[in-house]
C-alpha cells in the first residue's frame, strides 16, 4: 500500500499539478485511511462499500467534522480512481457512497460601524500605524484574500487611476480601491514604506517593519491586535474582512456578477452564497412564490 500511495501522491503533484497544501491533505488523510486498514487487518485492494462505510462511520464516532468526513472520502475515492486507472482494481469501491452533506454556513460578516471602528484603530502616528491603516483599509476596500495582499508589488498599484491588478489565482482581475483606502495607501507608500524599506530593490507593496514582504503571520498578528484595540467580540480574520466587503457591496446594491468579478471566484455558486443568507424573509417569498424554488 506504501508504494501505491506515493505513487498517488506522485501523480498528483505531476500531472494534477495541485498545490503542496492539497498534496498535504491528501497525505493526511490517505495515511490515516492506511492506518485503519492495517489495524483492522482489510487487504486495501479488496475493500467493498460496507468496509469504507465503517471507516466513515468510525470518523464520525472519532468526532471528525461533516467537512472533513466528506473530504476524506473524496481523497479515498480519488485514490481508487487512481488504482482503477493503473489497473490495481477492478472496481472503485467508493461508488455508491454518498459524501455527508456539509451545511453551508453564512460567512462570518462585520456590520458597517463594527468595520468603521476596526479601521478607526490604526493612528498614523508613526510608521507602523500609517502602514497598519492603509492595509486594514486595502482588505475591507479590496475584498482580496490575505494570500493576494501579502503577495502584491508595489508596480501592482495604480495610485493614478485608483486601481490594484491582483496577478494570483488562475486570472487576473483588476479591482478598483476606494476614495478612503486610495488616500491611506497613498500616504503609506510616499511616506511610510521609502523609511521602513531597507532594499531600495524591495518590491513588496507590504512589508514588515524589518523592511521585508509581510507575512500571511503577521497579516493575522496586526488584525488580531486592532480588534482587541475595538474591543469587538466577534473573531476578525482576514477572511471575515472579504466577506464582510462582499456583503456590504451586495446590501448596497450592487449585483452579483461585479461582486463574482471581484473576488475573483470562477464560479458565481462561490459568490450566492452571500445572497443565501442576506434576507431570510425574502428567501421564504422566494420558496413560496417561484414555480421553479
Not at 232 to 257: E, W, Y
Amino acid at each position: 500500500m506504501e508504494k501505491h500511495i506515493k505513487l498517488f501522491l506522485e501523480f498528483l503533484q505531476d500531472d494534477k499539478k495541485l498545490s503542496n497544501n492539497t498534496l498535504q491533505s491528501y497525505r493526511r488523510d490517505i495515511e490515516q485511511y492506511k492506518d485503519y486498514i492495517q489495524n483492522n487487518k482489510i487487504n486495501y485492494l479488496k475493500v467493498d462499500g460496507e468496509d469504507l462505510q465503517e471507516y466513515l462511520k468510525k470518523l464520525q464516532e472519532m468526532g471528525k467534522k461533516t467537512s472533513t468526513i466528506s473530504r476524506n472520502l473524496a481523497s479515498i475515492r480519488s485514490f481508487y480512481q487512481f488504482l482503477l486507472r493503473i489497473k490495481k482494481v477492478k472496481h472503485d469501491p467508493t461508488d455508491g457512497i454518498q459524501s455527508p452533506k456539509v451545511e453551508k454556513k453564512a460567512p462570518s460578516v462585520l456590520t458597517s460601524k463594527e468595520v468603521e471602528l476596526l479601521l478607526e484603530q490604526p493612528k498614523d502616528v508613526d510608521l507602523k500605524g500609517t502602514r497598519d491603516k492603509a492595509m486594514l483599509e486595502f482588505a475591507y476596500a479590496t475584498g482580496m484574500r490575505v494570500t493576494e495582499i501579502i503577495s502584491l508589488d508595489i508596480d501592482d498599484v495604480n495610485l493614478n487611476e485608483g486601481y490594484v491588478t491582483c496577478n494570483s489565482g488562475k486570472k487576473q482581475r483588476t479591482i478598483p480601491i476606494g476614495t478612503m483606502s486610495l488616500k491611506a495607501l497613498k500616504e503609506y507608500i510616499e511616506e511610510a514604506r521609502p523609511v521602513i524599506i531597507k532594499d531600495e530593490n524591495e518590491k513588496a507593496l507590504f512589508v514588515n517593519t524589518n523592511g521585508k514582504r509581510l507575512t500571511r503571520q503577521g497579516f493575522w498578528k496586526i488584525i488580531k491586535y486592532y480588534k482587541e484595540q475595538a474591543h469587538i467580540a466577534k473573531d476578525i480574520t482576514p477572511h471575515v474582512l472579504r466577506h464582510s466587503f462582499a456583503t456590504h457591496l451586495l446590501q448596497n446594491g450592487a449585483d452579483l456578477k461585479s461582486i463574482q468579478t471581484m473576488l475573483g471566484h470562477s464560479d458565481i455558486s462561490s459568490t450566492q452564497v452571500y445572497v443565501q443568507f442576506q434576507d431570510p424573509e425574502l428567501r421564504d417569498i422566494y420558496k413560496k412564490s417561484h414555480p421553479r424554488a
